[in-house]
């Protein structure tokens, strides 16, 4: 069974704070993904990654930054949290498409994050 | 600029019956990968279904299918024999992909009640 792991489920931090948020699969995925889920906006691509320290900007990767200094990590930081932050946070990762691998996305369970 | 719309914010469906999701497209690329996912009530993200765009034939998976209209740009999911236990948030996707770098689209969701 593929496993994604997100290392909370829920966060409450203050503004201004520095907040790191770390995914971990154990498929050795070449893919990984950080997405924020809003109410009404769905899934929104924040950055992604499709190897070691390789990385690239998704539709809104202002105020956010990422690390992938290790195949199975993905660190999701805010430099400086906002409370137009306030989200929640999926993490996914996936082989890329090639016809000995099926390319789906594997989900972890999402942080809940707030910014107060 | 793709673009993925789900018309359906909210959906209610009586146990046992069938029910279709809707979910149109914008784009110009000729090859790319549709997907339907699931989101149960404070679960994880669940990939139901995959299409590729250059396969003529609508992917099934035992109680969910896609009609899937390409020249439409049209990717609706049919439920058959509906369960308490399809009751979650279901995203349409697009994904395309090349040179290293993956292009991931998501709906805004469509919230399925499946009523006993």
């Known amino acids: 069974d593929v496993k994604v792991t997100q290392s909370s489920r829920y966060l409450v931090k203050r503004t201004g704070e520095k907040v790191f948020l770390e995914c971990v699969q154990d498929?050795?995925?070449?893919?990984m993904f950080w997405y924020r889920q809003d109410p009404g906006l769905g899934l929104r691509l924040i950055y992604f990654?499709?190897?070691?320290?390789?990385?690239e900007k998704g539709d809104i990767p202002e105020g956010y930054s990422v690390s992938r200094e290790k195949k199975e990590r993905f660190s999701l930081i805010l430099e400086s949290a906002s409370t137009n932050q306030t989200s929640m946070y999926l993490c996914?990762?996936?082989?890329?498409?090639?016809?000995?691998?099926?390319?789906?996305?594997?989900f972890g369970p999402g942080t809940r994050l707030t910014v107060l | 600029a793709q673009t993925v719309t789900q018309s359906q914010p909210e959906m209610s469906v009586q146990e046992a019956e069938t029910v279709t999701l809707s979910c149109t497209y914008d784009?110009?690329?000729?090859?790319?990968?549709l997907f339907w996912y699931k989101q149960p009530p404070s679960r994880q993200m669940i990939l139901v279904i995959r299409q590729e765009a250059y396969k003529q034939q609508n992917a099934t998976e035992n109680r969910f299918s896609v009609n899937f209209q390409k020249a439409a740009k049209s990717f609706s999911l049919k439920i058959s024999d509906s369960q308490l236990g399809d009751t979650a948030m279901y995203f349409c996707?697009?994904?395309?992909?090349?040179?290293?770098?993956?292009?991931?689209?998501f709906g805004t969701g469509t919230r399925l009640k499946v009523l006993a």
């Open positions: 990654s499709y190897d070691v320290k390789m990385k």
């Open positions: 996914a990762s996936s082989f890329p498409p090639r016809w000995d691998k099926t390319d789906t996305q594997y």
């Open positions: 784009t110009s690329e000729s090859n790319y990968y």
């Open positions: 996707a697009f994904m395309k992909h090349g040179s290293g770098t993956y292009k991931y689209i």
């Open positions: 498929m050795d995925h070449e893919n």
